[in-house]
């Protein structure tokens, strides 16, 4: 059964920091590319940051280059997302997400995600 479970969301002072992590098992973790993505209310489900398979490659959208650094830990099957000086546009639901490609086949699976809140 494959599980992606986040934790380490919760209420931060603007400035601050949180590290959240996404234990997965069920799967080949090292194989898969891993992501988290984030949903604030109203708005559409955007990536965050990525970092890839074997390579561990990382790319990271615009409006967290420099604060947030995403990593991963393939004996322990979990990847990481390190947010510093985080903001009020920061706050959304955040979902770990696993990818792999093979040829025209691609799967996706995805955690259940966790709040983070932003606020003074």
């Known amino acids: 059964q494959v599980q992606l479970v986040e934790s380490g969301g919760g209420l931060v002072q603007p400035g601050g920091s949180l590290r959240l992590s996404c234990a997965a098992s069920?799967?080949?973790?090292?194989?898969?590319?891993m992501s988290w993505y984030r949903q604030a209310p109203g708005k559409e489900r955007e990536l965050v940051a990525a970092?890839?398979?074997?390579?561990?490659?990382?790319n990271y959208a615009d409006s967290v280059k420099g604060r947030f650094t995403i990593s991963r830990d393939d004996d322990k099957n979990t990847v990481y997302l390190q947010m510093n000086s985080l903001n009020f546009e920061d706050t959304a639901v955040y979902y770990c997400?696993?990818?792999?490609?093979?040829?025209?086949?691609?799967?996706?699976?995805w955690g259940q995600g966790t709040q983070v809140t932003v606020s003074s």
């Open positions: 970092i890839t398979s074997f390579t561990g490659s990382t």
């Open positions: 997400n696993a990818h792999r490609r093979l040829g025209v086949y691609e799967t996706d699976y």
């Open positions: 069920g799967f080949t973790f090292s194989r898969y590319a």
